[in-house]
């Protein structure tokens, strides 16, 4: 089980900032959203939350992907990716709208699922995910 540490709560929150800006927009239901996140679990106050939430430049979504693949580890626990799930897709559900970047962000988080997973560690699927993503793409 992971441990409850703040750094991992920072983890976890910086993880959840990029998800909302994975559609290249960070929407002001989905800010509200994560400011009042934030302060129930006396986040406001770290600089690097602080900073995240306020910023106006995007966070990168291979940045998103790379943190959510460093946050789940190789070998994430049931419980550990169902509250990530649920706690990404609430922030991607706070604007009432999931638009196609998200939709993949979902897509991909469910690919995760260590029920399915079977000798393939997170990375992997991920990297695997995303160049299928850019051949589609390109």
Same mark, same amino acid.
């Given at each position: ?34 400011? !009042? +996140?934030?302060? %129930?679990?006396?986040? $406001?106050?770290?600089?690097? =939350? ?53 939709? !993949? +962000?979902?897509? %991909?988080?469910?690919? $995760?699922?260590?029920?399915? =997973? ?21």
């Amino acid at each position: 089980m992971v441990k409850s540490t703040a750094s991992n709560d920072q983890k976890l929150f910086r993880l959840l900032i990029a998800a909302a800006w994975i559609d290249g927009e960070f929407q002001t239901a989905e800010r509200e959203y994560l400011h !009042k +996140l934030a302060a %129930q679990r006396n986040l $406001l106050e770290q600089p690097e =939350i602080k900073f995240l939430l306020s910023s106006t430049n995007p966070i990168e979504s291979e940045t998103c992907y790379q943190w959510l693949s460093e946050y789940l580890g190789a070998h994430p626990t049931i419980e550990n990716y169902q509250s990530l799930f649920a706690e990404i897709a609430g922030v991607l559900y706070a604007d009432g709208y999931i638009d196609t970047e998200e939709a !993949k +962000l979902l897509n %991909q988080l469910q690919e $995760l699922d260590p029920s399915k =997973i079977n000798s393939r560690s997170a990375l992997d699927i991920i990297v695997s995910s995303i160049r299928e993503l850019y051949r589609k793409d390109h």
